[in-house]
């Protein structure tokens, strides 16, 4: 999808020009992936406009940086506070709020430790991301998920895109709106970029952590929500052939958001159609982001923006 440019990225404390937001050919990132980020999205609501869960997020690239060994030099609360400050300062809802960290120029070589970690902040309007207006028909991927102990998935990290981004081609390439992947046991991980659930004689199923799948933001959301409406929720290693014989399926994530699956390898999920449970938790989760329904568990941090605009 291609990028919509606002007026400002905010870097390491300032606000600078969009097209000045740039780096060095020789940083370390570049050569050697290192890189830590996060994505959020902003919605519009009735009177104004909100980021959702900023606090888990930001969280989330402190853990993420500390995982990597890569200190940031700034708090939980400062960079929520830097989020606002450039969603508001471009004036942009409902928009896409990307964060990221890595090490920029100072030595070459695979050790990081003396490269300088630098910090940017950029926001744009960003649509609908899974293709497929009636659902996404998607596949299993012949990659696997990064195997444990190899390189860390509750790390969001920009290297282990590169596996995510060989499971979108391939989906691409063969027709399909997205691949999922297993993990190296076999059993069902995650989509490229979005967290799998899994309804069943009405269970909610999901994969564990342990399945080398992202601590999703929007996955714990969905967690929350389902348990609120009553319905069963189990965590467990799932295999393969469960898509094929369930109920209902779908994906959740930042950019994904809950997106039902139509089919599998071909192979029709329920009618094809959203089912109740999906129905119930996509409505829940949109009735919250779109202010429609009370902010019960306080998921949403409100912005000032000049004019909302349609992403």
Not at 23 to 52: K, L, W
Not at 127 to 144: F, L, M, R, T
Not at 295 to 301: G, Q
Request: with cysteine; hydrophobic share 40%.
């Amino acid at each position: 999808m291609p990028l919509e440019t606002t007026t400002n990225i905010w870097h390491n404390g300032q606000l600078i020009p969009w097209e000045k937001a740039n780096i060095h050919v020789m940083s370390h990132v570049i050569h050697y992936g290192s890189s830590v980020f996060e994505g959020i999205r902003c919605y519009t609501q009735p009177d104004g406009a909100s980021i959702f869960r900023l606090h888990e997020h930001m969280k989330r690239l402190i853990n993420s940086a500390k995982i990597y060994r890569m200190p940031l030099p700034y708090d939980v609360e400062q960079l929520n506070s830097a989020v606002i400050e450039v969603v508001e300062a471009n004036g942009v809802a409902p928009c896409y709020v990307r964060p990221i960290a890595f090490r920029g120029y100072g030595e070459i070589g695979v050790n990081p430790l003396k490269s300088p970690v630098e910090v940017y902040i950029a926001n744009f309007p960003w649509g609908k991301y899974v293709p497929g207006d009636g659902g996404a028909d998607v596949c299993i991927s012949s990659w696997n998920r990064l195997a444990p102990n190899t390189m860390p998935s509750l790390a969001k990290a920009g290297a282990n895109y590169m596996n995510s981004q060989l499971i979108r081609m391939e989906a691409d390439i063969n027709g399909y709106s997205e691949g999922i992947a297993l993990d190296v046991n076999g059993y069902l991980s995650e989509g490229s970029g979005e967290n799998l659930f899994i309804v069943r004689d009405g269970t909610l199923y999901t994969t564990p952590l342990a399945n080398s799948v992202l601590n999703g933001i929007t996955r714990d959301s969905i967690l929350v929500l389902a348990r609120q409406l009553g319905i069963p929720v189990v965590e467990q290693a799932l295999p393969r052939e469960l898509l094929y014989i369930c109920d209902e399926a779908f994906f959740t994530g930042t950019a994904a958001e809950v997106t039902h699956l139509r089919s599998v390898d071909r192979i029709m999920v329920g009618d094809g159609k959203m089912g109740p449970i999906t129905s119930a938790l996509h409505k829940a989760f949109f009735d919250v982001v779109n202010g429609l329904a009370p902010d019960r568990y306080n998921w949403l941090t409100p912005v000032k923006v000049r004019e909302a605009v349609v992403a």
